[in-house]
C-alpha cells in the first residue's frame, strides 16, 4: 500500500484531510474508509456541488450538555454556566462538543466515534475581552480560562499554532502588550513568532511552562502571566 494523495472526503466534506492510497482511502477527519473496487463512486462522490458542501458545514446544535462532556469541561474547571456564557454547545447528531461555531467556521471535541477533534471552515479571529492586553494561546478551552482568570487580559485562541497573517496586518497595533502562551512542544515556533512580531515593533513576551495553560488554576495562571 502506498500513498498517493490527499483530497476531499465524501463523508464529512473535509477538503484535505482523506488520504488516497493505492488500494484505497481513509479520512482522517472522520474516519471514513473506501476500498478501491468501488472507485467510481467515489470519485463521484468527492466533487460535491457547493450548496451541498455548504449544508455539510452547518450544525445543529442545543445547549443542554450531556453528563460525560461537562466533566470534561469540570476538569479545566470550566462549568454549564461557562459554556453558556461562552457558547458552548452540544450537536446529538454527532455526539460533539461544540467549542465554536462562528461564520462558516466550527471546531468541537468528539464524544462518539472518530478523532478527538474535528473542524470546519475558515478560521475566525475569536477575542475574548476588549482590553489593550492580549494573550494568544493554541485552544479556546486556554483562551477563556486565562480571560476568567483575569479579565484585564484579552485572549485569542489560535485554534492552531500560528498566528495569523491578518491579525498581524489589521489587529494587534492596539495592543499595548501581547503575550504569546503556546503548548510546550510548540515552544520554539512561540519564540520564533514572538521575534517577528518585535521586528514589527509590538512588545511582545512568551511564555513557556510545563503544562497547557488550560491546565492550570487561576491562581497558576496569574503567576505566570504576572511574572514576565
Request: aromatic share 10%; with cysteine; hydrophobic share 30%.
Amino acid at each position: 500500500m502506498s500513498f498517493l494523495r490527499h483530497t476531499n472526503c465524501p463523508s464529512c466534506g473535509s477538503r484535505d484531510n482523506l488520504a488516497e492510497y493505492s488500494d484505497g482511502f481513509y479520512c482522517f477527519g472522520c474516519g471514513y474508509t473506501k476500498n478501491k473496487n468501488d472507485l467510481e463512486s467515489i470519485r463521484q462522490r468527492l466533487t460535491p456541488s457547493v450548496d451541498k458542501d455548504k449544508d455539510q458545514s452547518k450544525l445543529v446544535t442545543v445547549k443542554d450538555i450531556p453528563t460525560k462532556p461537562l466533566q470534561w469541561l469540570l476538569q479545566y474547571g470550566l462549568t454549564s454556566k461557562d459554556a453558556e456564557e461562552f457558547n458552548i454547545t452540544w450537536e446529538p447528531t454527532k455526539d460533539l462538543l461544540v467549542l465554536v461555531n462562528q461564520d462558516d467556521y466550527w471546531q468541537g471535541r468528539n464524544f462518539g466515534y472518530g478523532p478527538k477533534y474535528s473542524s470546519r471552515g475558515n478560521k475566525p479571529l475569536i477575542f475574548y475581552g476588549n482590553t489593550d492586553t492580549l494573550v494568544c494561546v493554541e485552544d479556546v478551552l486556554s483562551a477563556i480560562k486565562i480571560h476568567k482568570s483575569d479579565k484585564s487580559y484579552t485572549t485569542l485562541p489560535l485554534l492552531g499554532s500560528i498566528i495569523p497573517l491578518k491579525l498581524t496586518e489589521m489587529g494587534l497595533k492596539r495592543f499595548k502588550k501581547i503575550f504569546i502562551w503556546l503548548d510546550r512542544d510548540k515552544a520554539t515556533e512561540a519564540v520564533k513568532q514572538a521575534r517577528n512580531l518585535k521586528q514589527k515593533g509590538h512588545d511582545v513576551d512568551v511564555i513557556i511552562t510545563p503544562n497547557d495553560p488550560k491546565e492550570y488554576n487561576t491562581g497558576e495562571i496569574i503567576q505566570w502571566l504576572k511574572n514576565k
